[in-house]
């Protein structure tokens, strides 16, 4: 039985340079269809990946003061992960009125590489995303983080579960068009 090689450090980093953003929309572009639903059209998330997700959107997502952007890599620099962070009021309704303790922060995106999950680690890129996003929201005196995860995304659920978020109701996601139900998940942050 041979020993599997032992998982690369990971860094994660505040992207402050507009010029990165191209990196960023690539790593979002190659993650962002992993966790849409098996009956999702290639079209729909090709078209919600240019709308959304385009190198032009993360340059001002990395230029935005209620915004950040964060980038997980290798010790060797190579890009694996990364999580978008708003620091704004929901601007859904019906997430305003499940989001009660304010100010809140919005994990947009948490998103690894498939071949950087690393099950059970505390020290996986995904958790090591999720951590410096929720240390972003306290640093910015959040009193509660939320996300929207897909309903058919269990695992994502699951981990999401492991960070210390419940669920908290429902909302729609605009696929390019095609509605999805996504669970509003909530973590309140002490203060």
């Not at 304010?102 to 505390?122: C, F, I, M, N, Q």
């Not at 909302?171 to 999805?180: R, S």
Request: net charge negative; aromatic share 6%; hydrophobic share 40%.
């Amino acid at each position: 039985m041979s020993a599997q090689p032992e998982p690369a450090e990971v860094i994660v980093d505040l992207v402050t340079d507009p010029a990165d953003a191209g990196l960023v929309a690539a790593l979002a572009a190659s993650t962002f269809p992993l966790a849409c639903p098996p009956h999702s059209h290639p079209d729909d998330i090709a078209g919600f990946i240019r709308a959304h997700l385009s190198p032009e959107n993360f340059a001002g997502y990395i230029a935005a003061a209620d915004s950040d952007v964060l980038l997980a890599r290798t010790a060797d620099d190579t890009p694996v992960g990364y999580a978008l962070v708003h620091h704004r009021e929901p601007a859904d309704p019906d997430v305003a009125a499940l989001i009660t303790d304010r100010p809140s922060s919005e994990v947009s995106k948490v998103y690894v590489l498939p071949d950087h999950h690393a099950k059970g680690r505390t020290d996986s890129p995904s958790r090591l995303l999720m951590g410096a996003a929720i240390a972003r929201a306290d640093n910015r005196s959040a009193a509660s983080v939320w996300l929207g995860v897909n309903q058919e995304n269990v695992r994502a659920q699951r981990f999401y579960a492991k960070m210390g978020f419940s669920r908290a109701g429902v909302k729609t996601f605009d696929l390019n068009g095609t509605i999805e139900h996504d669970y509003v998940l909530v973590r309140h942050l002490s203060r």
